[in-house]
């Protein structure tokens, strides 16, 4: 590599990336990270951008509040990251595709193409470490079509249709294709091809089949001058590679791009996910491990339940890391939310929770793993987290991350549906805490 390709490498971030949650930020973020770019997460808009970095993942919380308002900050994470010199441009959503009828993927997609002066781009949320898979533009989870995978029950987004390019057009009044996978197992010759074939038809937006990582490298490498490219965090394995044949990016970085500090300290795991993966998570951890269930009811009564779950903690900090958690079956969400409404249950778990994130604090926790996308996004903002440096994987879509601020945190975000079965233990472990090694017996409230 030339000095000037040193240069150019430390001068300014390279990819620019907006993300529709928290933890599917840090699950973008993970993906760069392993592909040797240096990456910084930032909690909204950034105050003081970033330095020495190949990569910047904006996250937002925009996947569920009303449209204009999702577009609106979308554009203005844009334009701060046209700002910091970026020279492509991510919008990260789930790998379950969560939307509505009403958007916001294909309506924030839209408003960024304007943006860029761009008239194409493609859909991908593939993830084939965690089973989403798409062939012939219908998503599978596992062996099961979206619709059957219990995404159907999903209390904001349920997702009743398999198919994405319907789903998708109903989001936007350009055209949506398809690029099915006979293109896409040809490699990225055929996938270029069939992208300027798309263009000349007047396709905005199309959806890209893959069933291997593999694909997704032939189909990262095919979109290397698209201004904007969308998906889930699986696409962005063959973004990097594009930049390192471009003499912008230094392979000896590799190495280097997951390091963090060590940080000490206490240690506690929050969930508020109802996910079915986190739900098994926490029914592994409660066969040995203290764990305190918040009712979601109480806390509408007025009764001290953040206090109660702050002295649970203060019980068992100094010999393992306690439990807090809301996760509960889609039946019991449902209950809740008939008997509270739908946004005041979630939003009463959320802001217990980030109290409760606020005290554990207080008490010398220093490491937290949390569950949720919304629960994750609830509590670093209850932290005063701005940014984060993200280093190794624990489980697939799920790095380790260091704060950057005065008081460093240790922190692992986990969307609810990621994560093996023993995700709290090895992301505890990760973290810095070799207490978990060690079973202390079964605890409850």
């Known amino acids: 590599m030339s000095n000037s390709h040193d240069t150019n490498h ?41 330095t020495d970095v190949d990569a910047i993942v904006v996250a937002l919380k925009s996947r569920t509040i009303p449209v204009d308002q999702a577009v609106a900050e979308s554009l203005a994470a844009l334009a701060w990251l046209q700002q910091q010199g970026c020279r492509q441009f991510f919008f990260k959503y789930c790998s379950t595709f969560d939307s509505t009828p009403q958007g916001n993927i294909g309506q924030v997609t839209d408003a960024l193409l304007n943006a860029l002066g761009a008239d194409f781009t493609i859909a991908c949320p593939v993830f084939p470490e965690t089973g989403r898979t798409l062939y012939r533009g219908h998503l599978f989870i596992n062996n ?66 893959a069933l291997e990582n593999s ?17 889930g965090s699986g696409i962005a394995l063959g973004l990097p590679g594009n930049f390192i044949r471009a003499g912008l990016l230094s392979v000896s970085q590799n190495n280097q791009a997951s390091a963090l500090p060590t940080i000490d300290g206490l240690s506690a795991v929050l969930a508020g996910s109802g996910s079915l993966a986190t739900n098994a998570q926490v029914t592994h951890w409660n066969i040995t491990r203290p764990s305190f269930c918040i ?13 109660n779950a702050l002295a649970f903690a203060q019980k068992h900090l100094s010999l393992q890391a306690p439990l807090i958690y809301a996760t509960t079956s889609s039946e019991q969400v449902k209950q809740v939310q008939a008997e509270l409404g739908v946004e005041r249950a979630g939003a009463l778990i959320e802001d217990t929770l980030a109290e409760i994130a606020k005290g554990l604090f207080a008490l010398g926790v220093r ?23 993200i280093g190794k994987q624990i489980d697939p879509g799920v790095p380790a991350t260091a704060s950057i601020g005065d008081v460093p945190l240790a922190l692992a975000l986990k969307s609810g549906n990621f994560g093996a079965v023993d995700f709290f233990e090895k992301a505890l472990r990760e973290l810095g805490d070799d207490r978990i090694q060690s079973s202390l017996g079964a605890t409850g409230q």
């Open 10 to 50: 430390t001068a300014r971030p390279l990819l620019g990336c907006i993300a529709d949650d928290f933890t599917g930020a840090t699950d973008l973020a993970n993906m760069l990270v392993r592909e040797g770019m240096r990456t910084v997460q930032t909690i909204g808009i950034a105050t003081v951008a970033p």
């Open 144 to 209: 099961q079509l979206l619709n059957e995978s219990g995404m159907q029950n999903h209390p904001l987004t349920p997702m009743t249709d398999a198919n994405l390019v319907r789903v998708l057009q109903q989001q936007t009044a350009g055209k949506v294709g398809l690029i099915g996978y006979p293109v896409v197992a040809q490699g990225i010759a055929a996938i270029a091809a069939d992208i300027a074939s798309l263009r000349q038809q007047g396709v905005r937006m199309a959806i890209v089949d």
């Open 215 to 231: 694909d997704l490298y032939a189909i990262g490498a095919a979109c290397a001058d698209l201004p904007l490219v969308t998906g």
């Open 295 to 307: 009712d979601a009811l109480a806390v509408a009564r007025g009764e001290p339940v953040v206090a």
């Open 367 to 389: 490491r937290f793993v949390i569950a949720g996308g919304e629960t994750s996004g609830a509590v670093v903002k209850a932290l005063n987290v701005t940014a984060l440096r």
